[in-house]
């Protein structure tokens, strides 16, 4: 079985775990389909997670995905971006923004008067 293989199966055995704790927990049930399809949109989602984090490390052009690449990833889910924030506060600026300033090129500047 492949390294691929492995994971995806261990991601549809982990929802279903998830699936059965909250059924007990609510006293509800899960159709074995209904868990299957979780497991599969887990899988995707994971899958253009992973593509989201190298295609930040590359643009930023680091050989390794940073702390950052994941806030970056998590930009648009407000709790989890807050817990981010609070779990691994931005210390890349000094003025504390989190944004770094780049150097203005001023090499082959033309004006018009």
């Given at each position: 079985m492949t390294t691929e293989k492995k994971l995806k199966s261990s991601i549809y055995s982990d929802v279903r775990g998830i699936c059965k704790d909250t059924a007990?927990?609510?006293?509800?049930?899960?159709?074995?389909?209904?868990?299957?399809?979780?497991?599969?949109?887990?899988?995707?989602k994971l899958l253009l997670y992973t593509q989201d984090l190298e295609a930040f490390h590359k643009h930023a052009k680091?050989?390794?995905?940073?702390?950052?690449?994941?806030k970056l990833l998590c930009r648009r889910n407000t709790s989890l971006k807050e817990f981010?924030?609070?779990?691994?506060?931005?210390?890349?600026?000094?003025?504390?923004?989190?944004?770094?300033?780049?150097?203005?090129?001023?090499?082959?500047?033309?004006t018009l008067d």
């Open positions: 007990q927990k609510y006293e509800m049930e899960f159709d074995q389909n209904a868990m299957d399809t979780i497991g599969e949109l887990t899988w995707k680091r050989s390794a995905v940073t702390i950052d690449d994941v981010m924030e609070k779990e691994y506060p931005s210390n890349s600026s000094k003025d504390g923004s989190g944004a770094t300033k780049r150097k203005r090129k001023t090499s082959n500047v033309v």
